[in-house]
Antibody, heavy 120, light 106 residues
Framework: QLQLQESGPGLVKLSETLSLTCTVS??????????WGWIRQAPGKGLEWIGY???????NYNPSLKSRVTISVDTSKNQFSLKLNSVTAADTAVHYC????????????WGQGRMVTVSS | IQLTQSPSFLSASVGGRVTMTCRAS??????LAWYQQKPGRAPNLLIY???TLQSGVPSRFSGSGSGTEFTLTISSLQPDDFATYYC?????????FGPGTKVDIK
């Protein structure tokens, strides 16, 4: 069964870059119709879609974050990554990686989430 | 596209019927999903394309609607159902989520 696991620093300094990686196990990141996404949730708040990537490298980002976000994929490692630069306190959140399955038009599998705190 | 959910909070008894609504600021056809989230856990997909039950989700959950108005119904609330429920539209970029409906024990 396909599983996702986020990894990366839990603490990032103000104005620096947040970097997280999601490792896919139990399946291939090159599976057709699978997009690999990031969603975040600030403490006590709702969910915000950051963006997603196809194994070809094609991306789609939330315009609210587009100028600061890069999502990339490494098919050799079955991983995809998130980079968010120039972070502020507003970027403190649990970050989830998730599989968007086109056959379902929904995020069908989620990682457990990684809390990232922006500190001064 | 903005999604609004109502109510934002509801208190219900075990065995009771619960209905919550998600409204979109513009037509999202049937490209709407519902997720359940428990504290400290990742969201879990319940319903996709407005009314299709995800595999493994109990049949007491059902979704309906199209266009701009959608509902999620729990026919007989169970202790495991106390959680926050989010709708999400995937008809247009950027994908957006509603603010959630929290279901608590009465």
């Amino acid at each position: 069964q396909l599983q996702l696991q986020e990894s990366g620093p839990g603490l990032v300094k103000l104005s620096e870059t947040l970097s997280l990686t999601c490792t896919v196990s139990g399946g291939s990141i090159t599976t057709s119709n699978y997009y690999w996404g990031w969603i975040r949730q600030a403490p006590g708040k709702g969910l915000e879609w950051i963006g997603y990537i196809y194994h070809s490298g094609s991306t789609n980002y939330n315009p609210s974050l587009k100028s600061r976000v890069t999502i990339s994929v490494d098919t050799s490692k079955n991983q995809f990554s998130l980079k968010l630069n120039s972070v502020t306190a507003a970027d403190t959140a649990v970050h989830y990686c998730a599989l968007y399955d086109v056959d379902f038009d929904a995020f069908t599998i989620w990682g457990q989430g990684r809390m990232v705190t922006v500190s001064s | 596209i903005q999604l609004t959910q109502s109510p934002s909070f509801l208190s219900a008894s075990v065995g009771g019927r619960v209905t919550m609504t998600c409204r979109a600021s513009q037509d999202v056809t049937s490209y709407l999903a519902w997720y359940q989230q428990k504290p400290g856990r990742a969201p879990n997909l319940l319903i996709y394309t407005a009314s299709t039950l995800q595999s493994g989700v109990p049949s007491r959950f059902s979704g309906s609607g199209s266009g701009t108005e959608f509902t999620l119904t729990i026919s007989s609330l169970q202790p495991d159902d106390f959680a926050t429920y989010y709708c999400q539209q995937v008809n247009n970029y950027p994908f957006t989520f509603g603010p959630g409906t929290k279901v608590d024990i009465k």
